[in-house]
Nanobody, 124 residues
């Protein structure tokens, strides 16, 4: 049974930082591309960042580019998202997802597995 478990969310002041983690089990993590998405109530789930199976290529949404870093440790079956300079618009539930096939990583469709999400709240 595949499981993705996010952690590291919480309440942070504007300008602060958080490091989200996504621990995977039940599949060969190192062969899957991984992504981070976020969602606020009433809005569509939106892409945040993605990383290919070997970490060779990384993608970022414009709103996090330059202040966030996605990474992975295949030996630990874990993916990370370091977010800096957080602002109130970053408040959302953040989800990690894994995808076996190659393709367009910036859309939620095509991802095979999803975590339950972790809440990030940025206070101004």
């Amino acid at each position: 049974q595949v499981q993705l478990v996010e952690s590291g969310g919480g309440l942070v002041q504007a300008g602060g930082s958080l490091r989200l983690s996504c621990a995977a089990s039940g599949h060969t993590f190192s062969t899957y591309a991984m992504g981070w998405f976020r969602q606020v109530p009433g809005k569509e789930r939106e892409f945040v960042a993605a990383i290919t199976w070997n970490g060779g290529t990384r993608y970022y949404a414009e709103f996090v580019k330059g202040r966030s870093t996605i990474s992975r440790d295949n030996a630990k079956n874990t993916m990370y998202l370091q977010m800096n300079s957080l602002n109130s618009e970053d408040t959302a539930v953040y989800y990690c997802a894994s995808r076996y096939t190659t393709g367009y990583l910036l859309a939620p469709t095509g991802y095979n597995y999803w975590g339950q999400g972790t809440q990030v709240t940025v206070s101004s």
